[in-house]
């Protein structure tokens, strides 16, 4: 009997690691240019993301706005629930496209995993908002459907916005 339930459980666990790893194969970007920008291409509504630090803090620098960093792994299945749900949403897009730099980090490679450890990461998705300066002024642990989501980092960024 504790074989049958143990063969059962083995079994559960190979079909969801299957699907996860089905799913991350299935993901699809962009890269445009030397710009390192990814579009997500989940729908016809897209996010524009940075793909690195310094150029995604140099043109919050210029445009006085806060960077919206999404910290994600490639494995994780809330991060790709939130890709292909949340930022689909032309509301989001459009908020992430004109009120703030959006900038998309993976924990699991380079500056993506420093950074998370500097910032505290410690479960994903995590997305933070940043003044220009790097200093935190939100966060938002975990996956958010595209309204409650708006509503939060519209919440955030207000203080930044009015100054």
């Excluded at 504790?2 to 194969?25: E, H, N, P, T």
């Excluded at 950074?115 to 002024?137: C, F, M, N, Q, R």
């Excluded at 975990?142 to 960024?157: C, D, K, S």
């Amino acid at each position: 009997m504790k074989i049958r339930f143990l063969f059962i459980g083995i079994l559960l666990v190979a079909g969801v690691a299957a699907v996860s790893v089905s799913a991350c194969r299935q993901r699809g970007a962009v890269v445009k240019g030397d710009n390192a920008v990814v579009i997500a291409s989940h729908g016809t509504a897209n996010v524009s993301w940075q793909r690195t630090w310094d150029g995604a803090f140099k043109r919050a620098r210029e445009e006085k706005k806060a960077v919206v960093v999404d910290f994600y792994a490639d494995w994780c299945v809330w991060c790709r629930r939130l890709d292909s749900t949340t930022y689909r949403d032309p509301k989001v897009v459009d908020f992430l496209s004109r009120r703030v730099i959006p900038l998309k980090l993976n924990v699991d490679a380079g500056e993506g995993r420093k950074l998370a450890g500097k910032y505290h990461v410690d479960g994903l998705p995590t997305i933070l908002v940043l003044s220009a300066e790097g200093k935190e002024i939100g966060r938002i642990p975990g996956y958010m459907p595209a309204a409650q989501f708006l509503g939060r980092v519209q919440q955030i960024t207000a203080s930044v916005t009015k100054s």
